[in-house]
T-cell receptor
Framework: GQNIDQPTEMTATEGAIVQINCTYQ??????LFWYQQHAGEAPTFLSY??LDGLEEKGRFSSFLSRSKGYSYLLLKELQMKDSASYLC??????????WGAGTKLIIKP | GAVVSQHPSWVICKSGTSVKIECRSL??????MFWYRQFPKQSLMLMAT?????????EQGVEKDKFLINHASLTLSTLTVTSAHPEDSSFYIC????????????FGNGTRLTVT
């Protein structure tokens, strides 16, 4: 079956760096998305990876290894506003989206 | 950037009544739109995939006769919660995808439904 695993919850300190991991098993692969969702709000798009490697976008970077079925989202210089849930989403061979349950990131001062 | 407008933002209705939620793609055409439901402190759950001009595809456990989806044009999909009950109270979110299918989803701001 198709499956995505990511940690349920993580805690980090303001100003630090945190890495949120995601492993996936899908029928085919057409890319992986990361979304951010603040409590009570809709998700917002952060990144998309379809080729192996690191994509950097400001304080956020996303990495993909297709051979390992693995991705991570790296957040640098953490700010309190980064407290949110981070969703890992895979697109399978039919472009069907498989959603992870999300990682709740708690930032402490 | 691409914008998805969802209306209303919140609605309170009485048990037994029906509520319609609209999802519009404002500056792009969306052949596929998605409807989600999210209960407090829980994950986003896909309810159905709405395809323009054809019947929606519902996820397992979602009652198609209760949650009516219509995707009559390339820019509009509607979700109607029929005969709403208090247990239907939730946060409903729509999203739309541009062409090609590798494009990211654009989400509406969600509709908070409270059934009294």
């Amino acid at each position: 079956g198709q499956n995505i695993d990511q940690p349920t919850e993580m805690t980090a300190t303001e100003g630090a760096i945190v890495q949120i991991n995601c492993t996936y098993q899908t029928s085919g692969f057409n890319g992986l998305f990361w979304y951010q969702q603040h409590a009570g709000e809709a998700p917002t798009f952060l990144s998309y990876n379809v080729l192996d490697g690191l994509e950097e976008k400001g304080r956020f970077s996303s990495f993909l290894s297709r051979s390992k079925g693995y991705s991570y989202l790296l957040l640098k210089e953490l700010q309190m506003k980064d407290s949110a849930s981070y969703l890992c989403v895979c697109s399978d061979s039919n472009y069907q989206l498989i959603w992870g349950a999300g990682t709740k990131l708690i930032i402490k001062p | 950037g691409a914008v998805v407008s969802q209306h209303p933002s919140w609605v309170i209705c009485k048990s037994g009544t029906s509520v319609k939620i609209e999802c519009r793609s404002l500056d792009f055409q969306a052949t596929t739109m998605f409807w989600y439901r999210q209960f407090p402190k829980q994950s986003l759950m896909l309810m159905a995939t709405s395809n323009e001009g054809s019947k929606a595809t519902y996820e397992q456990g979602v009652e198609k006769d209760k949650f009516l989806i219509n995707h009559a044009s390339l820019t509009l999909s509607t979700l109607t919660v029929t005969s709403a009950h208090p247990e239907d109270s939730s946060f409903y979110i729509c999203s739309a995808r541009e062409v090609p299918e590798s494009s990211p989803l654009h989400f509406g701001n969600g509709t908070r439904l409270t059934v009294t």
